[in-house]
C-alpha cells in the first residue's frame, strides 16, 4: 500500500526554521519524483517545491527560492523539505506527493487525482509575525 507521512510543521516565530520530512512506503522512492504543496487557508493548494528521481533536480516556488532546500534520502525513503526564514505567508498545510508513472515524472507538476497520484495527509505549519 502506498503511504506517504509528513511529519515535523509546527508554530514557528517570523524568521524562523522547520524541517519537515515525507516518509514514503510501498513504492521505491528513488524511482519517483516527490513534490511538496501547501494549503493556505482558503486558497487552493500550491506547488512549494519539487525534487526529481532521475537526476535530483529541484524547483522552488519563486516565493520561497532561497529559503526552503528539499532534498531526499533514497536508502531511508525519505524526503526533507528545510524551511529557513519563514514568514507568516507560509502558514498553511504542508503535503508530499507522487505520481507513480512509468516515464519520469518532471518537476514541477501539477495535482491531477488520477489514481495513480498520491499524497499524504498534510503537516501544519503556522509563522506567527
Known amino acids: 500500500q502506498v503511504q506517504l507521512v509528513e511529519s515535523g510543521g509546527g508554530l514557528v516565530q517570523s524568521g524562523g526554521s522547520l524541517k519537515l520530512s515525507c516518509e514514503v512506503s510501498?513504492?521505491?522512492?528513488?524511482?519517483?519524483?516527490i513534490g511538496w504543496f501547501r494549503q493556505a487557508p482558503g486558497k487552493e493548494r500550491e506547488g512549494v517545491s519539487c525534487?526529481?528521481?532521475?537526476?535530483?533536480?529541484?524547483y522552488y516556488e519563486d516565493s520561497v527560492k532561497g529559503r526552503f532546500t528539499v532534498s531526499r534520502d533514497n536508502a531511508k525513503n525519505v524526503v526533507f523539505l528545510q524551511m529557513n526564514s519563514l514568514k507568516p505567508e507560509d502558514t498553511g498545510v504542508y503535503y508530499c506527493a507522487t505520481r507513480l508513472t512509468v516515464a519520469t515524472l518532471r518537476c514541477p507538476f501539477t495535482l491531477l487525482h488520477t489514481p495513480n497520484e498520491h499524497w499524504g495527509r498534510g503537516t501544519q505549519v503556522t509563522v506567527s509575525s
Open positions: 525534487i526529481m528521481n532521475s537526476d535530483g533536480s529541484t
Open positions: 510501498g513504492f521505491t522512492l528513488d524511482r519517483y519524483t
